[in-house]
Structures are given as structure tokens and as C-alpha cells.
């Protein structure tokens, strides 16, 4: 079964600068079958990109993502202050996600 | 407007049982693969079931096969977890959420419920 790995587990930043958030996989995973949600504290999750780089609906174009194989990247390009959430991967085949990387506020 | 409402948590004993229904409303629910997700106090997201469209195919994680059961009744746009045997580990919010497909591409899980507590303690 397939496992994904997010690092770092807390990444601290300030508005306006790049933020760059990885999720490895234990096995290849095809890009088709990965994406990423965005969770704030008391609320449910949302997705941001599925398919490893198409964003979902509504989601601004300063998110991005990238990878192949086993390396999967969020980019956000300039952080606004409404991004400061955790972010989670999730791999399709086996529904299963990352741990979570928590984006904080320097 | 595209929603999902859970509803059914609450606080119940361990060994108990407990039912969770999900109202879907402003979309085809009988078209959509459907998942329960559950987040422990503090904790990360943990998938817990999916079903597919039509209610013939399910799947588990291995922490509630046995144990817990999804089932969908599509002439009632409601999606369901019949949970029992519950533990203490079994504490968390539990979210409904619609999977979407594009042709056969994946596209994530990309409407969720605002979720319900569920509660296992003595």
C-alpha cells in the first residue's frame, strides 16, 4: 500500500514570500490519481489541484502543482494572509493522505 | 447550490453503535462516487470508506473493516455509515465528500460536508 510523506511538517513564512510543499510516495503514483486539499482550522477540507497539476475550481492561480513518480509539489507563489492553513495530499488509488504540512505565519 | 449535510454524531459508549446519514442537494448524487474521511481531535485527515454510484462496490480502511458499513439510497440523495463496535479511537469528525471523475481521470474529492462529531467515551 502506498504512503505518502509531507515535509516539512510545519513550514513558517510571511505574506508575500513562495511557499514550496512536498509529498513523497513509498511507490510510483500515476500524476492522474494525486491532488491536494487545503484545510483552516474548523472547517472542512478543500480541494486545490487533482491530477497532480490542475487546479479545482475557483482556486486561485497563484497555487500550483508539479511532479512525477514517487515527488509531488505545492507551490503557492506569493502567500496571501488567508493561505496560512494545512495542506494534505492524497493519493487515488488507495484514497490514503499525507500527514499534512501546517503553513504558519512567521 | 452544490451541498452536503451530515448529521447523526454524537456521544456514544464504547461497544456502541451509531448511524451516520449525508444529505446531498444540488447535483445528480446517484452519478458520484461517495467517501467518509474522518479527522481525530488535532490529528490529520484518515479516509475511511468510499462507495461507488450505484451502491455495489465498497471499500474500507482497515481500522473499520468489520465494523463499519457505507451504503447509499439514491432515491434519497443520502449517503450513509452505519457504524458499530465503536472505540475510543473512533472519536473524530466525520465528513462526507463527493469524488469526481472527468471522463475517467480523477478529479479529487471536490465538495465535503461540514462534517459531524462523533464522540466514544464512557
Known amino acids: 500500500e502506498i504512503v505518502l510523506t509531507q515535509s516539512p511538517g510545519t513550514l513558517s513564512l510571511s505574506p508575500g514570500e513562495r511557499a514550496t510543499l512536498s509529498c513523497r510516495a513509498s511507490?510510483?503514483?500515476?500524476?492522474?490519481?494525486l491532488a491536494w486539499y487545503q484545510q483552516k482550522p474548523g472547517q472542512a477540507p478543500r480541494l486545490l489541484i487533482y491530477?497532480?497539476?490542475s487546479r479545482a475550481t475557483g482556486i486561485p492561480d497563484r497555487f500550483s502543482g508539479s511532479g512525477s513518480g514517487t515527488d509531488f509539489t505545492l507551490t503557492i507563489s506569493r502567500l496571501e494572509p488567508e493561505d496560512f492553513a494545512v495542506y494534505y495530499c492524497?493519493?487515488?488509488?488507495?484514497?490514503?493522505f499525507g500527514q499534512g504540512t501546517k503553513l504558519e505565519i512567521k | 447550490e452544490v451541498q452536503l449535510v451530515e448529521s447523526g454524531g454524537g456521544l456514544v459508549q464504547p461497544g456502541g453503535s451509531l448511524r451516520l446519514s449525508c444529505a446531498a442537494s444540488g447535483f445528480t448524487f446517484s452519478s458520484y462516487w461517495m467517501h467518509w474521511v474522518r479527522q481525530a481531535p488535532g490529528k490529520g485527515l484518515v479516509w475511511v470508506s468510499r462507495?461507488?454510484?450505484?451502491?455495489?462496490?465498497?471499500s474500507y480502511a482497515d481500522s473499520v473493516k468489520g465494523r463499519f458499513t457505507i451504503s447509499r439510497d439514491n432515491a434519497k440523495n443520502t449517503l450513509y455509515l452505519q457504524m458499530n463496535s465503536l472505540r475510543a479511537e473512533d472519536t473524530a469528525v466525520y465528513y462526507c465528500a463527493r469524488d469526481q471523475d472527468y471522463g475517467g481521470n480523477w478529479g479529487g474529492m471536490d465538495v465535503w460536508g461540514q462534517g459531524t462529531t462523533v464522540t466514544v467515551s464512557s
Open positions: 491530477g497532480a497539476s
Open positions: 492524497q493519493q487515488y488509488g488507495s484514497s490514503r
Open positions: 462507495i461507488n454510484s450505484d451502491g455495489s462496490s465498497t
Open positions: 511507490q510510483s503514483v500515476s500524476s492522474s490519481y
